[in-house]
């Protein structure tokens, strides 16, 4: 079975443009998380979708958004680029939705390496 | 807030010989912890999870504990290998609306040949 796929890979952009990453979950998997990797900050959670409906949200400005397509696969928009958002952003998939008490597990893409200029 | 740490940052040791990371969180309201890998260029794998009532997990030559009341994980890794050289995440499920994990920055773990 095929993993986690992210598009692109790696990234180039200029302060001030906008870049879609996009994300394949391993088929069957209906939630997708999307988290940003800084060495500063570390890994933090953006956001989390499940059946194409945001369910929980990190502490990230209006500028990051996502949506998530009825096959599952899903997008994040970051509009209005900084310096600070170079980062890794990794996706990953679940069967269900990270409700209460949930033992499933998250299998994480590769990443897609953005660098702001 | 939910602060995860975990130390050391960076650990180097000789092939074969046992060690512990350690993952340490200010907040005992989690539904779980786990432990990911990650490799240079790559995604996280992850490697056990730990509901919050229960006390282990092992899995293979990884063995992890959680504390919850005292706020703390190890991660073991006996008879290290250089295929362990990674970098070790530790992550907490917490409760409330927000269903999320909080990642901790990770210790880089080097295992020398």
């Known amino acids: 079975k095929a993993g986690v796929t992210q598009t692109p890979r790696y990234l180039i952009k200029t302060r001030g443009q906008q870049v879609t990453l996009s994300c394949s979950p391993i088929?069957?998997?209906?939630?997708v998380s999307w988290y940003q990797q800084t060495p500063g900050q570390g890994l933090q959670f953006l956001f989390e979708?499940?059946?194409?409906?945001?369910?929980n949200k990190g502490n990230f400005p209006g500028r990051f958004s996502g949506r998530q397509f009825s096959n599952s696969r899903s997008e994040m928009n970051v509009s209005t680029l900084e310096l600070g958002d170079s980062a890794l952003y990794l996706c990953a998939s679940s069967l269900w939705f990270r409700g209460q008490g949930s033992t499933d597990t998250q299998y994480f893409g590769p990443g897609t390496r953005l660098t702001v200029l | 807030k939910q602060e995860v740490t975990q130390i050391p940052a960076a650990l180097s040791v000789p092939e074969g010989e046992n060690l512990v990371l350690n993952c340490s969180f200010t907040?005992?309201?989690?539904?779980?912890l786990q432990w990911f890998r990650q490799d240079p260029g790559k995604g996280l794998t992850s490697l056990l999870l730990?509901?919050?009532?229960?006390r282990e997990q092992t899995s293979g030559r990884l063995n992890a504990s959680l504390d919850k009341s005292s706020g703390r994980s190890t991660l073991y890794i006996a008879a290290s290998q250089p295929g362990d050289s990674a970098t070790y995440l530790c992550?907490?499920?917490?409760?409330?609306?927000?269903?999320?994990?909080?990642f901790g920055k990770g210790t880089k773990l080097t295992v020398n040949p």
């Open positions: 088929s069957g998997h209906r939630s």
């Open positions: 992550a907490v499920t917490i409760q409330g609306g927000s269903e999320k994990l909080v």
């Open positions: 730990i509901q919050s009532s229960q």
């Open positions: 979708y499940f059946s194409e409906t945001q369910r």
């Open positions: 907040d005992s309201a989690i539904y779980n």
